[in-house]
């Protein structure tokens, strides 16, 4: 199995950043994570790494709920940009939300890969890694 070497975390929760760091060292199932605290940071760090392929993450966890851009403007910016970024990335939304207008929203989003309801469970982030290896071989 090859885990991904990069995932980018958004969020501005830091006891849930703490513990999805503290997940991926002890499954030791990636080596690297970027961590934003809003989804204008980390678009504006995918513009510039976007020729970049070992600095684009494969996977991105993304929140709904920050200051400066949401989940939600960080979603629209980045299907304008996802034909410059030189691989492709998974998306899931992880959010408290449990608005069934959130889930239908994140339905329109064909890049979004599945909405997982915080907490997330480190056998969930496992079974992600898996998927996303298995995919990749």
Do not use: C
């Not at 950043?17 to 809003?38: A, P, R, V």
């Amino acid at each position: 199995m090859t885990a991904p070497n990069n995932i980018m975390l958004i969020d501005d929760d830091e006891i849930f950043t703490f513990i999805i760091k503290k997940i991926i060292d002890e499954t030791k199932l990636s080596g690297q994570i970027n961590i934003f605290n809003n989804g204008q940071a980390a678009i504006d760090f995918l513009k510039e790494a976007a020729e970049k392929t070992s600095l684009l993450p494969e996977i991105i966890f993304l929140d709904l709920s920050m200051p400066v851009l949401d989940g939600w403007g960080f979603l629209d910016e980045y299907i304008h940009l996802k034909s410059k970024f030189a691989k492709k990335m998974t998306l899931y939304i992880i959010s408290t939300s449990v608005s069934p207008m959130d889930f239908e929203k994140a339905k329109n989003y064909s890049d979004v890969t599945d909405f997982i309801v915080k907490p997330m469970a480190k056998e969930r982030f496992i079974e992600i890694i898996k998927e996303l290896s298995k995919a990749e071989s």
